[in-house]
Nanobody, 124 residues
């Protein structure tokens, strides 16, 4: 069983930075892929960034590549998303997600476990 709890959302001005955290409890030794998704008002949930929990390789949506960085701290079971050069279109609820297996996956139905979400608002 996996439990995920996000934190760190808030209001930030365009061009600013914000960091999100996700506390991860993993009760098995299965290999997991972790990811951040976001859902803006009136839109479908969209992939943002992913990371293989074991090896640490990362992959990103084109819309955030070069601005966002996903990372993890295996020792403390934490997942992070550092967001720089934020734009108004980054405004959304951000979700931490996990799935068994190490295949690079970008679709939300492929992820089995979800956090409750944290709101990020980019506005002046």
């Amino acid at each position: 069983q996996v439990q995920l709890v996000e934190s760190g959302g808030g209001l930030v001005q365009p061009g600013g930075s914000l960091g999100l955290s996700c506390a991860v409890s993993i009760r098995t030794n299965n290999i997991y892929t972790m990811a951040w998704f976001r859902q803006a008002a009136g839109k479908e949930r969209a992939f943002v960034a992913g990371i293989r929990w074991g090896g640490g390789s990362t992959y990103y949506a084109d819309s955030v590549k070069g601005r966002f960085t996903i990372s993890r701290d295996n020792a403390n079971n934490m997942l992070y998303l550092q967001m720089n050069s934020l734009k108004s279109e980054d405004t959304a609820v951000y979700y931490c997600a996990a799935r068994q297996g190490s295949v690079e996956v970008r679709t939300s139905p492929s992820f089995d476990f979800w956090g409750q979400g944290t709101q990020v608002t980019v506005s002046s």
